[in-house]
């Protein structure tokens, strides 16, 4: 059994770095970034922090749509 792989059949209320950047679809960078510039808000205390589902729902609503590129739209 692989363990590096990561299954959830529900997503807790709140994750762990590692858990939200793969929620997110991101890099843990990319979520240290969002981070940095308060797109999203962390909650605990000292080295234990999480992030909420509902904050990160809400970043991903937040998202624009793409236009379809030429190869998808042929």
Known sequence: MNNSILRME?????????????YIDG??????TLRETKQITP????????????????YIASLKERAASREQSA
Do not use: N, Q
């Open 27 to 32: 890099s843990l960078r990319e979520l240290d």
């Open 10 to 22: 529900f997503p807790p209320a709140l994750m762990s770095r590692e858990t939200a950047a793969y």
């Open 43 to 58: 909650v605990g205390e000292g080295r234990k922090v999480k992030y909420r589902k509902s904050e990160l729902d809400a």
